[in-house]
């Protein structure tokens, strides 16, 4: 299986900073990286796929890039609603994991 | 738009079984691959199973295999998982979840809880 590390595992950030989200994967996965946004309580949303393709929807201050084992989320500006918990996940082949999550927190 | 309802949740005792359903609606179900993801309180998410858009290929986590079982009904356009020897360790909030073209989760159920307690 294909093993996802993300980091860091929490960060205090406030509104207006850049931030920015590291995934690893075990192996190569080409482009095969999506991220996820989740809030208390909700399901997941997708905010990038492919790497770094916008899903449709999601404000552009969200951005993604790498391919092979390296991938980044960076959130260009943040925004009062942008605090909530991120996961990165593979999908070049099954089981799709996921990271262990990123817990973003206003400082 | 686009609806995923799961529902069969609830309280089960140590090596009991639940069934889970997940109604979808305002997409072409035949036409996506289908997974189970759970997430335990408070942890992150794990996937659990998949069946593919024709219902010939399904995977499980090594964690669910041997005791879980995802189907589907194109005539419902319904997903379903069948969980038995349950213990503590399964309890989450379990997500249904469709697969799009683009091999990315983007439609998602909003979940339902499955607590495993005596």
């Known amino acids: 299986d294909i093993q996802m590390t993300q980091s860091p595992s929490s960060l205090s950030a406030s509104v207006g900073d850049r931030v920015t989200i590291t995934c690893r994967a075990s192996q190569s996965i080409s482009s095969y990286l999506n991220w996820y946004q989740q809030k208390p309580g909700k399901a997941p949303k997708l905010l990038i796929y492919a790497a770094s393709s916008l899903q449709s929807g999601v404000p552009s201050r969200f951005s993604g890039s790498g391919s092979g084992t390296d991938f980044t989320l960076t959130i260009s500006s943040l925004q009062p609603e942008d605090f909530a918990g991120y996961y990165c996940q593979q999908s070049y082949s099954t089981p799709r994991t996921f990271g262990q999550g990123t817990k973003l927190e206003i400082k | 738009q686009v609806q995923l309802v799961e529902s069969g949740g609830g309280v089960v005792q140590p090596g009991g079984s639940l069934r889970l359903s997940c109604a979808a609606s305002g997409f072409t179900f035949s036409s996506y691959g289908m997974h189970w993801v759970r997430q335990a309180p408070g942890k992150g998410l794990e996937w659990v199973a998949f069946?593919?858009?024709?219902?010939?290929?399904?995977y499980y986590a090594d964690s669910v295999k041997g005791r879980f079982t995802i189907s589907r009904d194109i005539s419902k356009n319904t997903l379903y998982l069948q969980m038995s020897s349950l213990s503590a360790e399964d309890t989450a909030v379990y997500f249904c979840?469709?697969?799009?073209?683009?091999?990315?989760?983007?439609?998602w159920g909003q979940g339902t809880l499955v607590t495993v307690s005596s």
């Open positions: 069946i593919r858009d024709d219902g010939s290929t399904k």
């Open positions: 979840v469709g697969e799009s073209s683009s091999r990315a989760f983007d439609h």
